[in-house]
């Protein structure tokens, strides 16, 4: 994996991909945070626990699937308001 010159993070959907990311930064010589910075999704227990930690942001599934129902009804009943 060769970095761009732009790039100066990764955004990764999972804590274990992150994980990942991390292992192969270093592996490389990339420090983190210092020269690229590691976000996950879902909070794991793992990310407190890596050198370095990285950021991760837990999302609760359940909470998104009730809201995404509760859009999908009201454009059901009222219709969809991005729709001209």
């Known amino acids: 994996m060769e970095r761009p010159p732009t790039l100066t993070g990764f955004l990764c959907l999972s804590g274990l991909r992150a994980q990942g990311v991390l292992s192969r930064l270093q ?29 991760s942001v837990g999302l609760s599934v359940a909470e998104m699937s009730h809201q995404a129902a509760r859009t999908l009804e009201k454009w059901i009943e009222e219709g969809d308001p991005h729709v001209p």
């Open 27 to 55: 592996h490389m010589g990339i420090s983190v945070p210092a020269d690229m910075s590691i976000i996950g999704i879902y909070d794991l227990h793992g990310p407190a626990s890596t050198r370095p930690p990285f950021t």
